[in-house]
C-alpha cells in the first residue's frame, strides 16, 4: 500500500556528516508527519528528528545542533543532516510517517532502516 523507502547510511568517521534520504511511495492522499528513528543493539528504538505537515520539528535532546530534519520538494520526502557525529549515533536509522491512504485518516509505516556506523 505505502513503502517507505530509506538510503545514505554509511561508515563515517567522528566528526564527520552524513545526510540521509527517505522517500514514500503508494496510495498516498495526504502526509501528517515524517520521523526519524534510531535503534542500537540492546538498546530501544528512539526518536531522533520528526517534522509535521504544518512544520513544526521535534528533536532529541542528545542530537539538537548537530542534526537537522527537513522535507524535500513534495511531501513525501525528508531528509535527516547529520553533522558532528559522534560513536554513540551509531545505530540502525528507521524513517517513519503518518499517512493518509484511500482507506484510512492516519496510518503508520515504517522503513527498513539504514546502518550508520561512526567509527575511526
Known amino acids: 500500500q505505502v513503502q517507505l523507502v530509506e538510503s545514505g547510511g554509511g561508515l563515517v568517521q567522528p566528526g564527520g556528516s552524513l545526510r540521509l534520504s527517505c522517500s514514500a511511495f503508494g496510495n498516498i492522499f495526504g502526509v501528517h508527519s515524517m520521523a526519524w528513528y534510531r535503534q542500537s543493539p540492546g538498546s530501544q528504538r528512539e526518536l531522533v528528528a520528526g517534522?509535521?505537515?504544518?512544520?513544526?520539528?521535534d528533536y532529541a535532546e542528545s542530537v539538537k545542533g548537530r542534526f537537522s530534519i527537513s522535507r524535500g520538494g513534495d511531501e513525501t520526502t525528508v531528509f535527516l543532516h547529520m553533522s558532528d557525529l559522534r560513536p554513540e549515533d551509531s545505530a540502525v536509522y528507521y524513517c517513519?510517517?503518518?499517512?493518509?491512504?484511500?482507506?484510512?485518516?492516519?496510518?503508520?509505516?515504517w522503513g527498513q532502516g539504514t546502518l550508520v556506523t561512526v567509527s575511526s
Open positions: 517513519n510517517a503518518h499517512i493518509e491512504t484511500k482507506y484510512n485518516d492516519d496510518m503508520e509505516f
Open positions: 517534522v509535521r505537515s504544518d512544520g513544526p520539528t
